[in-house]
Structure formats: C-alpha cells, structure tokens
C-alpha cells in the first residue's frame, strides 16, 4: 500500500514510547484512553484520504500498542460524513445536537439517520448505536471532540493544518456546454494557483478536482455529484445543469458549499422558501428573470436619446431551445407592464426544444416580423451562431439583442463578420476596470489565450469569494459556519460584487434587484463593433458608444465554418 499523504504509514504497529513518539499527538492520546479493552475505532484528519482503522490495547507489561492500516472505503457503504453522525449516536446525541455539533443542518442530519438505518439495516437508532460501538464502527476524535484529553488539544498535529481544501469542480468539458466549462475551469484553476502561490488559506494550499458531467443528463448528474461527495470536499461547484434539482438535493444532504453558476430564478425561489434546508446552497450567477427588463430598459433609452429611429413599437423576446430544464427566458408579466409603460408593444414566441437549424428558420421570421427590435436567447453557442449567420445573409432593419452566448470565445469565431452590429448582454460579465485588468492579463499569460465575458471571471471569482469565507472560520469543515461566513461576505470580483447575504443566497444584479453597485453586479450591455466587444452600459464601465448596424447582406466566404476548437 501506498504511504499516506498525511505521513502515517499505510500500515503501522507502534508500542509504548513508540507510540507516543511516531504517532500524531492526538492518535496517541486516543490510544492511551481507550487502549484498556482492545478498543477499535477509525482515524482521519477529515478525508477518506487518510482514512485508517485503529486498534489500541495494552501489553502485558501495560503499555500501550497501536495498530494502524489505512482504508479507502467504510463498511456497510456508509460515508463519513454518515460515520461522524453515527459516532454521536453511540453517545446519546439528538438530532439538533448532531446539527449543532458538525455544523450542519437539521434536515442533513435526518436524512444521514435514515440512510444510516437503511445501510445497517437496524430498526431505529438505539439499535445503530449498539451496533456501531460492538464493531468499532466510530470515529475518533469527532470534530471539536470535548473526549479528547487536553493535551492533545494543545498539541495540534501538524499535518491538519497541511491538509489540502479540496474543491470538487463538477464541468461540462466535452459535448453541451463544454466551451463554458472549459472558461470555468481555467479560471477556476488560475484562481487556485494564484491562491497558492500566496500560501493559500489560513495557510492551508487548495487542492483542484475536477470531474467532467454531461450538464443534460440526470442520472449522470446524479452519479458525477455522488463520486464527488465520496472523497469528502470542503467546496463543490458547477456552473448551469438541466438537473439543477438534483444536484441541489444531493449537496444539501452533504453539507458543504455548494456555488453554482446557474441562473434559473426558480432555483433562488427554492433556497428562498425554505432557507434552512439549503443553508448552504449559494448561486453566483443573477436571474435570468433580469433580462427582459434590461432589453425593454435598453431599446427605450437608444430610442429616447435618439441614437436609434425604431421602425415600429414592436418588440420581440425569441426563446427556448435544445436544452430541457435550461433557460427559455419567457417574460414575466412584469416585463409586459413595462414595455407598456415606456411605449412598446411585446410579445414572446417559443423556438420550443429546437436544434440550431430551428433557430435559424426563427432568424427569418424575426426579419420578416417587422418589428423594431428583437431579444435572442439561445441556450447554447451553436444556436445563437445559427441565429446570427441566418439573419445576416438577408438582414432586416432590426436591432438583434442577445443574451449571453457572445460571451463564449466560439461565438466570434464561428459569426466572423455576421455578427457586426450586434448588441448583447450578460447578467455576469467581466469588466475593464483595474480589478479585472490584471486577471485578464494572467489568463492570457497562463493560457495563451483571453478569456470569454462572462464565465471564467465568474468562476475565478468564486474562488476568491470561497477563500475570504474560509479565512474567517477555525474549521472550514464546519459547513454552517462557513454558510455563515459566506452570507456576511462582500466580495469584489472581476465580474463585479458579490453579497450572498440577501434572500436566496444570489448574487444581485444592478439595477435590476439594487442601485447599489457596492453590492451587485453591472448587466452589461455591449455591441461588436469592429470585430470588438465596446461596453455601452452601465456608464460607469462603458468605453463605447452604440453605432447604428449598417444593414447589408453577409457574403458566405467571410466567415468560418470551422469546429469549436478545444484547449
């Protein structure tokens, strides 16, 4: 067996003085304590990494001998986190203790007692308890654990404090979605690095794991989140999944942070109504529910400062698409109301679960409907790409609005010069202010390439956001505190601020949810303009002005037609 990262040995037999000598200070108290009958039990500084089964007695002579053999799994497929529940009902512990005690919430310990009941296949709890103290099946010490003698309280091992926090990072890196999960990854692995190299948190390094998961398919959301959580992270994160649901409930039952990138307001609405139960559960991303004012808020102001003559008072939201359970940004009534009320007339037509070529008989609709202006949002970059090249071999005189896929480095690519002209914006975008200069020009350094608007700088903050809330707790294995922590910090990012503290644990948007930008992020609003991204709003981070589309038919040999390319 291969030596353990924590520096026991994968297998070990210590005696007397030995023992006090080899074994980590709180191992060895441990087998002083409970030596006296031979007394079995499991160690770990906190993973299934360095994981062992222990088995402490006495010599003839009375002194005290240890065995130790490192495991990678517990019996009757128990987790330990489901182990740590387990060892507090072989002492009496309620469910509300339990909570309080590993920091996590009381609907979390109720599941773990029922799995546990199922696992060990015993009627109730007194029953596991029993069976869990006959066979050893505990953990010692717990956290915070007051059995401890106080000298080894006092002397911390130091390979705790060594110990990596791992982040488990759960992207799409091949099929749907992948050009967003490999922006995720990079900037979440620059942001590691960078941690790093300045010593990590609290002095302890961050340790990357990231795992591929097809974002359309449940049972492997499923799968991908449960291998996860089995090697035990202080941190999960994903960006948007059409199972989102899933993913939810299986964090929630783990316990730790969970921040994920999606933008679905249904999902804001689940924490929001029961915020006990997802205590833990933070999205980084603001709702998409944002954008329809935005467009209304927008088309109205071009209009007003008479930087644009509409055609007409019709405008036009184009939703839907391929990906069940992702986006289709329906407007609210809300958004009718207010294009009734700045002039407008809006109406909303479905694409449905249409493939790209759906998108591009939807582009030559849009031509021909006549109206003024039109809202696109395509969930994925071969839809939007789609969209655009249709719409430029025969223009109209409308001004194309779309959400959020020109962000991906591949839109451009693959549009070329189709999409000149085109304004979109991103409920998450990465300025170009002094704070996201230097990110900006890290990336590029370290992966030879610029980042895309949006996905990168979200996740590269998130990590940022994570390690100022685990600076300010003892024990980043104390999920709530970390929640906590979490909701009570204002991080300023490259994509902006970010306040988890409000109602649904979600970014905010500015100025959409508040007009303050101390703690929300700016929609942008920008237009390719040259082949160029120029931002045109909000005013404090423009460096552009809009410019009137010029309305003529794209030639096919201008642009590509090339495959997505991968790093």
């Known amino acids: 067996m291969s030596p353990d990262p924590s520096g026991l040995p994968a297998e070990f037999h210590y005696v007397g003085g030995s023992a006090e000598s080899e074994l980590p200070a709180d191992l060895a108290a441990l087998a002083a304590r409970f030596g006296q009958g031979g007394q079995g039990f499991y160690y770990t500084t906190g993973t299934l990494a360095d994981l062992f089964r222990i088995r402490a007695s006495r010599t003839a002579d009375g002194e005290v001998q240890v065995e130790g053999v490192q495991v990678h799994t517990l019996p009757f497929g128990i987790t330990l986190r489901e182990l740590d529940v ?39 709890r007194t029953a596991a308890a029993t069976l869990a103290a006959a066979t050893g099946l505990v953990r010692l010490p717990l956290p915070d654990d007051a059995t401890v003698p106080a000298a080894a309280v006092a002397r911390p091992r130091q390979a705790t404090s060594r110990a990596p926090l791992r982040v488990s990072a759960l992207f799409s890196l091949h099929g749907a979605g992948a050009d967003d999960g490999f922006e995720a990854l990079r900037g ?19 340790e990357l794991d990231p ?6 398919d449940p049972a492997d959301v499923a799968a991908t989140m449960r291998r996860a959580i089995s090697r035990e992270p202080h941190m999960i994160v994903t960006e948007y999944l059409a199972s989102q649901r899933v993913a939810m409930d299986l964090a929630a039952e783990y316990g730790a942070p969970y921040l994920h990138g999606s933008a679905m307001k249904w999902s804001v609405d689940r924490v929001r109504q029961d915020p006990g139960a997802w205590s833990t559960t933070f999205q980084v991303c603001p709702t998409e529910d944002n954008c329809g004012p ?25 939703g839907g ?14 958004v009718y109301d207010l294009a009734d009320r700045r002039g407008w007339s809006l109406r909303y037509e479905s694409v449905g679960r249409g493939e790209p070529a759906a998108w591009a008989a939807a582009a030559r609709r849009v031509r021909e409907s006549g109206v003024a202006a039109a809202m696109v949002g395509c969930p994925s970059v071969e839809s939007a790409v789609a969209f655009v090249r249709a719409y ?4 109209g005189d409308q001004l194309l ?18 999409a000149e002209g ?14 996201a200069r230097p990110f900006v020009e890290a990336y590029r350094r370290r992966f030879g390439k610029a980042p895309g608007r949006s996905r990168a700088g979200m996740a590269y903050d998130r990590i940022n956001l994570m390690a100022a809330a685990w600076s300010q707790v003892p024990d980043p294995r104390r999920f709530g505190e970390v929640g906590d922590a979490l909701r009570r910090t204002v991080h300023r990012g490259v994509n902006g601020a970010y306040f988890l503290g409000g109602n649904g644990q979600a970014t905010l948007s500015y100025p959409s949810d508040t007009l303050d930008l101390s703690i929300s992020q700016a929609q942008l609003v920008l237009q390719i303009q040259d082949g160029r991204d120029r931002i045109l709003a909000p005013s404090p981070y423009a460096n552009g002005t809009f410019v009137p589309p010029l309305v003529r038919p794209l030639r096919a040999e201008h642009h590509s037609t090339s495959p997505p390319q991968r790093p």
């Open 86 to 124: 387990l060892s507090l009902l072989t002492r009496g512990a309620g469910n509300q203790a339990i909570a309080d005690r590993l920091g996590i919430g009381l609907r979390t310990v109720t599941t773990h007692v029922g799995r546990l009941l199922t696992k060990l296949d015993v009627p109730n």
């Open 188 to 206: 979440t692995r620059l942001a590691v690095e960078q941690l790093n190299a300045r010593g990590g948190v609290n002095g302890r390094r961050l």
């Open 211 to 216: 795992i591929h998961v097809d974002l359309l």
């Open 294 to 318: 935005l467009f209304v808020d927008y088309m109205s102001t071009l209009r007003d400062t008479r930087q644009w003559r509409p055609a007409g008072r019709d405008l036009l939201v184009v």
């Open 321 to 334: 698409g391929e990906w069940t359970g992702l986006l289709v940004y329906e407007p609210e009534p809300a």
């Open 392 to 395: 430029a071999k025969d223009p």
């Open 401 to 418: 609005f779309l959400i959020y896929s020109p962000s991906i480095p591949a839109f451009r690519r693959l549009t070329g010069p189709a």
């Open 422 to 435: 085109v304004l979109w914006a991103t409920l998450s975008g990465t300025y170009l202010d002094t704070i």
